[in-house]
């Protein structure tokens, strides 16, 4: 079976502090895609990353990182010194590799205070 | 970079009339898009496979004449919601892949069209 597991529903941090969402998923492909995407509350979902499973360099994109471990099939994401436009609901997703089907986790609702 | 873009945005109807929801890439062909649902608060769904020229498959328990889908050109893929009634309110969000060949993986989102039926 395919699923993504976010088991944080909701995060409380007060700016400037760092955020880490988890993210787990389990397939028994051996070559699949991950994304993390990241729903404001006008809806609309913003692409912020993808990964596949022969690649587990972690990355760093500004004030933003990724920790891929195939070893615990997690595909955590971090936020260093949030702000309050970070505010939002964030996904983890995976794909099969050759489907473009995505599962979703059920999202973390991530929420900035000032 | 890629735009995929859904129209409308929001839909307000009467419980019993037809919503028909557009996703159009912009600046690409999608030979394959996918819908989306996504109740509030909740994860997105997927309801449907949409493949151009070809009829679309449908994910286990989603209603194909309930939610019908056209693919008819490269870049437009519509979903109409028939008989429209309170459950079906729901946020609806269109994709599309971007580029040729297995693996590569990424798709597109819309911005989302939610439905509210009275």
């Known amino acids: 079976a395919q699923k993504v597991t976010q088991a944080q529903t909701e995060i409380s941090v007060v700016e400037k502090e760092d955020v880490t969402l988890d993210c787990v998923y389990e397939t028994r492909d051996t070559t699949y895609y991950l994304f993390w995407y990241k729903q404001p509350p006008s809806g609309e979902l913003v692409f912020l990353i993808r990964r596949n499973s022969f690649d587990e360099q972690n990355e760093i994109s500004g004030r933003y990182s990724w920790n891929f471990q195939k070893s615990t099939s997690s595909f955590n994401f971090t936020i260093t010194a949030s702000q309050v436009v970070d505010s939002a609901v964030y996904f983890c997703a995976l794909s099969p590799s050759g489907t473009y089907k995505y599962i979703f986790g059920t999202g973390t609702r991530l929420k900035v205070l000032a | 970079g890629a735009v995929v873009s859904q129209h409308p945005s929001w839909v307000i109807c009467k419980s019993g009339t037809s919503v028909k929801i557009e996703c159009r890439s912009l600046?690409?062909?999608?030979?394959?898009m996918f819908w989306y649902r996504q109740f509030p608060k909740q994860s997105l769904m997927l309801m449907a496979t949409s493949n151009e020229g070809s009829k679309a498959t449908y994910e286990q328990g989603v209603e194909k004449d309930k939610f019908l889908i056209n693919h008819a050109s490269l870049t437009l893929s519509t979903l109409t919601v028939t008989s429209a009634h309170p459950e079906d309110s729901s946020f609806y969000i269109c994709?599309?892949?971007f580029g040729a060949g297995v693996g590569s993986g990424e798709l597109f989102f819309g911005e989302g069209s939610r439905l509210t039926v009275l």
């Open positions: 600046d690409f062909q999608a030979t394959t």
């Open positions: 994709s599309a892949r």
